[in-house]
Structures are given as C-alpha cells and as structure tokens.
C-alpha cells in the first residue's frame, strides 16, 4: 500500500502533501520526547462508497483529549481536510486497496524561545496487516495485568489523563510486550482494586445472556468509538447494552468476550489468564460487519 503523509499547521490552517519517508520532525517537538499531543485512529473502508467509520465519534472525542491536554480547539474543517487528503492520496495510487487505516495526531510541537508553542498536525495511512486479519479470524488470548491505580481515580487525579487519548504510549507497549512474554497475544488492564478496565489499544465488551457489556469509561479507561458504535446499534442486534463494573471470573465466565477497536474492529477473546471463554462466532461475524458499515 502506498505511503501517504500529510502534514497539517492549525495556526495557517493548511494542509500539505508530504514525503513519509524523509524527516519531517524537529527533535525538539514536544511529542517526540515528551509524547505530548493526541492522537485518533480511523478505519476506512471503499467499495460501493467510501465509509470513514465513525468519523464523528473520532473528532469529538480528538477535540476531548485536546481540551483535557489545553491544546487549541481542532478546526473540523481542517482536519476533515488532512483526512479527506490521505484517502485521495492512498486510493488515487492504489484503486484497489479496499480498507485501511488514517491515524492524525496533533502535538503541542515545540517550544518558542518567547515560551510560546506552535503546535502541528500530521495524519498518514496505516495498513490492516496479518496480525489484525489474523485476529479478527482466529481471536485472542490475553492476560490480565495491574494498571496500578484503583478504578475511578481519573476525576480525583485530571492531571493523570486518564480517558484521554494521548502520544505517550510506551506504557500501553510495554503491557503488550509483557503480555507476549507470558506467551499471550494482548493484556487486559485491572485497576489495583480489581476492576476490569481495557486493553493496551482496545476496549472489553461481554455477552451475559441477551446483554452486552463493557466497563464504565469513568472506571478509567478510554472510552472507545468502536464500544459505543457496537452499543448505539446493539438493538438492531437485538441486545440490550450496559455499563457495568466487571471482574476477571465475570469476563472468563461469559457467553462470549471481543476486544474491540478501530482497526480491529472486534475479535472473539478466546482465552484469558489460561482460562477458556465460550465463543460466540455468529455474533463475532455481526459485529465485524456492523462496525464495518460504519
Ligand atoms: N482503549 C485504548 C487505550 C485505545 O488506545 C483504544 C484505541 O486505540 C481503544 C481503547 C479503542 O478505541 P477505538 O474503538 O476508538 O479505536
């Protein structure tokens, strides 16, 4: 696939068409050595049409994390442009390509010898590889790890940013890795009191019967656009959706468990900390298809 970059400047409120593979950072942009800047990352889909899946949950919650991190307002027409430009760009060289990934990210950029800081935008094309296709067909293991804090601490302590959606995410690698080391595919995040929260870059939903559940994104948690998509249209699935505290015997326990997430979209969680979960492949099968619709 091809490799599209754009590079997006909120004060000029422009967008251009840049080279992916030369440099296009300076070292001292505060994201490259602070991770501080936000992130979104959309699933797009052409054939008959072109679907951006859930382009709107995906702004809101990009203009979320820029108000939880005192970044300027996101222009939606702007961004909205830079997004528009990566898909032309990537279909233009491709006609082919049936589904990819956009991820754009705005960092407060560097700092002004004055003390100001002029923030910048990027956004670029990301592929749905093996490993997700091999997900979404076969599902996932997963372990469950301590996220260190107890649920619902995030109002107690905004400085922890706790739901939004930023660059530092060597914390959610370094979870996976460790997961691998335990010969599993993904972690699941528990708050310190027990509380099942979400996975290092996906959301926990169950079936209990003829409910969905996921937990509360005030647990502490991201709250996903794939989670609350699955749940706006739970009733034409015929399930009635639900937020509710759960625990890891309550998960292992269920009718079946999906990890699910923009690029993902949702996939079965086979197995957790050794333990085997009911599968459900009929509605694994609905749900791809109904986040896939957009
Ligand atoms: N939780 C975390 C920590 C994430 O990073 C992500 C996505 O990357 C999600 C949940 C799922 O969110 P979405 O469905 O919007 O992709």
């Known amino acids: 696939m091809t490799d599209a970059l ?80 990566v898909i032309a760009e990537v279909h233009a060289a491709d006609p082919t390509t049936t589904e990819f990934g956009v991820r754009y990210a705005l960092s407060r950029g560097t700092q002004n010898p004055d003390g100001s800081q002029s923030p910048r935008g990027w956004a670029f094309n ?26 619902y601490l995030g109002s107690k302590a905004p400085w922890l940013l706790v739901g939004a959606k930023t660059l530092s995410y060597a914390v959610n690698q370094a979870a996976g890795r460790y997961a691998a080391e ?18 290092p870059t996906s959301n926990l939903i169950i079936r209990r019967g003829d409910t969905l559940l996921t937990p509360l994104p005030e647990a502490g948690l991201l709250s996903g656009t794939t989670q609350r998509l699955i749940f706006d249209h739970a009733a034409e699935l015929s399930f009635s959706a639900e937020y509710a505290d759960l625990s890891l015997s309550e998960v292992i326990e269920a009718d079946g468990a999906w990890y699910v997430s923009s690029m ?30 957009g």
């Open 6 to 85: 754009v590079l997006i400047d909120p004060a000029a409120s422009t967008v251009e068409v840049a080279d992916l593979g030369a440099p296009q950072l300076p070292v001292t942009d505060l994201s490259a050595h602070r991770g501080d800047g936000i992130f979104e990352t959309v699933l797009v889909r052409i054939g008959g049409g072109m679907t951006v899946v859930s382009r709107d949950r995906h702004f809101a919650r990009f203009c979320d994390s820029a108000s939880a991190l005192g970044l300027p307002d996101p222009d939606r027409e702007l961004w909205d442009r830079g997004l528009d430009t």
């Open 182 to 199: 335990q010969g599993a595919d993904e972690a699941l995040f528990v708050s310190h009191d027990g509380v099942v929260l979400e996975g």
């Open 264 to 293: 993902r979209t949702a996939v079965s969680l086979n197995q957790l900390d050794g333990n085997p979960i009911s599968r459900d492949e009929e509605l694994t099968a609905q749900l791809q298809a109904l986040i896939k619709a």
């Open 126 to 151: 990301v592929p749905v590889d093996e490993k997700i296709k091999h997900a979404r067909a076969q599902g996932i293991s997963a372990v469950s790890l301590d996220r260190g804090y107890d649920a």
